[in-house]
C-alpha cells in the first residue's frame, strides 16, 4: 500500500515539496529495510540460485523468496519513478507526458524508463546521460 501511495504522489502531487522525500527516500528505504529481513530470513535456505534462469525459477518457485523478489522491484520500480519525475522537472518535460511513463514504470519497470527516455530525448532534442 506504501509503495501504491508514492506513485499516486508522483502522478497528483509531483510538486509539493515532500513528493520526493516520500517517494525517493522514505517508502523506498522502508521498503529496503524489509527487503534485508525477507533475505536474512530467506537467502541460501531454499532450492534454487542466481547461476542460471533454471535456478532463478526454482528459487522464485518458493513464496518467501518471491515476496522478496517483489519487494526488489516495488522499491527500484518507484525510485525510479521518483527520479523521472524531478529529472522531467529539470528539464522542462510536461508532467501529462510523464504520467503514461509512470504507469509503465509501475507496471512494466524497463518499459517506463524506456518511454521516459524517448520523450526526455525528443524534448531536449539529444540523447544525453541524466
Known amino acids: 500500500?506504501?509503495?501504491?501511495?508514492g506513485w499516486l504522489f508522483l502522478a497528483v502531487l509531483p510538486r509539493w515539496r515532500y513528493t520526493q522525500i516520500i517517494c525517493a527516500v522514505a517508502i523506498p528505504l522502508t521498503i529496503a529495510v524489509l527487503y534485508l529481513g525477507l533475505i536474512l530470513k530467506y537467502f541460501g535456505r531454499g532450492?534454487?540460485?542466481?547461476?542460471?534462469?533454471?535456478?532463478v525459477g526454482l528459487l522464485l518457485s518458493q513464496p518467501g523468496p518471491l515476496l522478496a523478489g517483489w519487494v526488489h522491484y516495488l522499491a527500484?520500480?518507484?525510485?525510479?519513478?521518483?527520479?523521472?519525475?524531478?529529472?522531467?522537472?529539470?528539464?522542462?518535460?510536461s508532467h501529462w507526458l510523464v504520467i503514461p511513463c509512470l504507469i509503465a514504470?509501475?507496471?512494466?519497470?524497463?518499459?517506463g524508463l524506456l518511454a521516459y527516455f524517448i520523450i526526455r530525448s525528443v524534448k531536449l532534442r539529444a540523447v544525453s546521460a541524466p
Open 1 to 5: 500500500m506504501a509503495a501504491a501511495a
Open 47 to 55: 532450492p534454487g540460485g542466481f547461476g542460471s534462469l533454471a535456478e
Open 76 to 93: 527500484f520500480d518507484l525510485f525510479i519513478g521518483s527520479w523521472e519525475v524531478r529529472d522531467s522537472q529539470k528539464q522542462g518535460v
Open 105 to 111: 514504470t509501475f507496471m512494466l519497470g524497463p518499459i
